[in-house]
């Protein structure tokens, strides 16, 4: 009965997608016929996130085939792959890696030094793998994605479709049966410690055995799901939730809902496939055509992030995070969220309570702050996910109203934030906004949630230009080292918070 409740909630929810989300976009797909059973946005361009490690792994295993590596052959690791930001293994200049256990750390982990790695090790710098990387997807019918980098840390120039993904999806499992069984890998153990798969599905939704999730702040959580239950197979892609729970909850309604209208059939769909069986056995050697366009979009993805918004830095916290117990429930060979609101917070914008953001979040984001701050100048935004009228999604010139209305009771007892230029030391950032009192409001409800923790911290707020427009970051200072900071972080993210800390 609930789970008729779900999917006709589903249904009903579709036709407000895209006034709801505008990150989101999804596509079911019966490869058996090459049918399309469900279709949103499929063609609209998304950052990939860390579904790119999907295509890193595509070019490794066209290696792998041909002879060039073999499983147990040794990756050595460079300065700049040590550096990348976590998600990571925590690899060292000069270290080896096997090519199993970097298969393995991107299937599961989702590393991003691992996938620096491999394309420094299989082409000669990431930019050269990255450039291997688009031509392979152009050549295996991936007509509207590009690649900067191996491992989907944020890049502008990188996009993707719902829709190529799914032929991705698809031509990983035609082209490398035998490879595509390590997205079916639920744990990874290496150097003493065991990485659970970021992929919650597995192992919980009868019949799905693959592939990769994805998180940046610009894309929301992705998802490609690899379903085969009943003589029945299906892909389906989800970009662009606001959680990964819920994420998670709507690639469940969409399977359910959408898996059993799928025939049975026993191969895959010739036109699916054509591009995938016609490729060069490398298909690096294929020409590099130009991308498609999109109607109404320019050469570059539009910026999916909010109005105002640099490119947000957070990279795949550990997006496994599964739901509160107390907040669950087991239905139909899945853990689904105890309401069908809940189960529909992508499209309906109705999401409440965890972020589902992991614990080692604020040093992810801080790591990858100062990446993007010393090689591209964007510097990093990190907006808290409290009272979205304060945020930079709010237009410049009605930020001061929706500042004030956001205020608490108390706001006008807090102290006015010092600029960011009178401290200095141990600081934690909590959100980049669109003008000072807005920053001063999120700072004044930080610190009525985060209690003793912020007690002796110092409001300040710091002025900055991108893009031709005015941000102002809201940080805390004042904390005598590292550890001091990373306590205020915790106990802010315990409230829903997002934050990182850095040394000025």
Not at 61 to 80: H, I, T, W, Y
Not at 252 to 272: E, F, H, K, M
Not at 437 to 460: H, N, T
Request: with cysteine; aromatic share 6%.
């Amino acid at each position: 009965m609930f789970a008729s409740v779900l999917a006709a909630g589903l249904l009903a929810a579709a036709p407000k997608i895209s006034e709801a989300n505008p990150k989101y976009a999804a596509i079911v797909v019966d490869t058996a016929t090459g049918k399309v059973l469900y279709d949103a946005k499929a063609d609209e361009r998304r950052y990939p996130a860390s579904l790119t490690k999907m295509m890193t792994l595509y070019v490794l295993f066209e290696d792998l085939e041909r002879g060039r590596f073999k499983l147990n052959s040794a990756f050595r690791v460079s300065k700049n792959a040590s550096q990348q930001a976590p998600s990571k293994l925590g690899l060292r200049a000069g270290d080896e890696i096997r090519v199993e256990d970097a298969i393995r750390a991107l299937v599961t982990k989702s590393a991003n030094d691992a996938a620096a790695v491999i394309g420094e090790n299989v082409s000669g710098s990431v930019p050269a793998f990255a450039d291997r990387m688009t031509r392979t997807a152009r050549a295996i019918g991936m007509s509207s994605s590009r690649f900067r980098n191996a491992s989907g840390l944020p890049d502008p120039g990188q996009y993707t479709t719902a829709r190529d993904m799914m032929r991705l999806g698809v031509a990983l499992q035609v082209r490398f049966p035998r490879y595509y069984e390590f997205f079916k890998t639920r744990s990874f153990a290496f150097r003493g410690r065991v990485y659970g798969n970021h992929n919650n599905l597995l192992g919980r939704v009868d019949g799905v055995d693959g592939i990769k999730t994805g998180y940046i702040n610009a894309s929301g959580f992705n998802l490609v799901s690899s379903v085969k239950r009943d003589g029945r197979k299906i892909v389906a892609v989800v970009m662009g939730g606001r959680t990964a729970r819920s994420r998670d909850a709507h690639m469940v309604q969409l399977i359910n809902t959408y898996l059993p209208q799928a025939s049975r059939g026993r191969g895959y769909d010739d036109d699916l496939i054509a591009a995938v069986r016609s490729a060069p056995r490398v298909a690096a050697s294929a020409p590099h055509p130009a991308p498609v366009v999109s109607a109404g979009i320019g050469s570059h993805p539009t910026p999916l992030a909010r109005p105002g918004m640099a490119i947000a830095a957070a990279v795949d916290p550990a997006e496994a995070a599964v739901a509160r117990p107390s907040r669950v429930l087991t239905m139909a060979n899945a853990t689904l969220p105890s309401s069908a609101a809940e189960a529909f917070a992508d499209v309906a914008g109705l999401e409440q309570g965890s972020t589902d953001t992991g614990e080692d979040e604020g040093a992810s984001q801080d790591l990858l702050g100062q990446m993007i701050e010393r090689k591209t100048g964007i510097a990093p935004m990190a907006v808290a996910s409290i009272d979205p009228a304060t945020v930079a999604s709010v237009p410049a010139a009605k930020a001061p109203a929706a500042s004030k209305a956001a205020k608490p009771a108390r706001a006008a007892e807090a102290p006015a934030a010092a600029p960011a230029s009178s401290a200095t030391g141990w600081h934690i950032q909590i959100g980049a906004v669109a003008d000072k009192s807005a920053a001063d409001a999120l700072l004044a409800k930080a610190r009525s949630k985060a209690g003793s923790a912020l007690a002796k911290a110092d409001p300040v707020t710091e002025t900055f230009a991108k893009g031709g427009q005015t941000y102002v970051r809201a940080r805390f200072a004042g904390f005598a080292n590292e550890k001091e900071a990373q306590r205020a972080c915790a106990a802010l993210k315990k409230n829903d918070f997002g934050c990182f800390a850095l040394r000025l």
